[in-house]
């Protein structure tokens, strides 16, 4: 087992806890995604053994790949937070248990047509916090009207909001905006109340403003290794 690996997912942990008393919130209610990008599968069993149940993929081709190769490891959540592609949907589906990146109402209807009988996915709406269009990401304003049209598909459960804050803002600031987006979520889905929100750099910002996941990746992994 990699010691060093142990002592940042330790370090995180503390970090988180720190925040979550900060915000006088109870860390229970938090849950950390590790982020495992461009990384091994063998890196996702040794988080496993350290205690992680809950990991996170960019992209489509490595998700399908990592899970496949630990199909008999147990009770491992795997989030699927890159940007969802429509002809794409099918795969996304069958290696996600939950994905963050709903931003159109074309997505949420592929995702649905490629539900596999009468199997349920945890989907999130994922919100553009900037004023790039080009940004992944449905614009505030038109939250509530895609989490209306989620609601109607019954192979999709829509659970919350999902963001990444700006780079040339406060992260509290875009963060805020964020939970004014998933109160509009809550006002058509009451217990739709997972806010995916904060990565290595702004996760107790992120905590203080109400986040239930963070997306960490590199502060637990270490660097990525590169690419082929």
């Not at 860390?27 to 590790?34: E, H």
């Not at 609601?151 to 406060?170: H, N």
């Not at 809550?186 to 995916?196: E, L, Q, Y």
């Not at 996760?203 to 992994?221: K, Q, V």
Request: glycine content about 8%.
């Amino acid at each position: 087992m990699d010691t060093a690996l142990a002592d940042r997912l330790a370090a995180v942990d503390d970090r988180i806890r720190d925040a979550a008393r900060a915000a006088d919130r109870d860390v229970s209610g938090i849950t950390r995604i590790v982020v495992t990008k461009f990384h091994p599968a063998a890196l996702v069993q040794d988080l496993y053994a350290l205690g992680v149940r809950h990991v996170g993929e960019n992209r489509q081709q490595e998700l399908t790949a990592k899970r496949a190769e630990l199909v008999g490891i147990p009770d491992l959540t795997w989030h699927f937070i890159g940007q969802a592609q429509t002809n794409k949907a099918r795969l996304v589906r069958a290696g996600a248990d939950a994905v963050h990146s709903v931003d159109r109402a074309r997505i949420a209807d592929a995702l649905h047509n490629a539900a596999p009988g009468d199997d349920v996915l945890d989907v999130l709406v994922q919100v553009n916090l900037t004023d790039d269009p080009g940004r992944g990401g449905v614009v505030p304003e038109e939250v509530g009207a895609l989490a209306t049209h989620v609601a109607t598909l019954d192979s999709l459960r829509l659970r919350g909001v999902m963001a990444v804050a700006p780079l040339d803002e406060q992260p509290a600031r875009a963060f805020e905006r964020l939970r004014r987006c998933a109160d509009a979520v809550r006002a058509v889905v009451p217990d739709a109340d997972w806010i995916s929100a904060g990565m290595t750099g702004d996760f107790p910002e992120a905590i203080a403003m109400g986040a239930t996941h963070l997306r960490i990746g590199s502060a637990i992994t270490g660097p990525r290794p590169p690419r082929d």
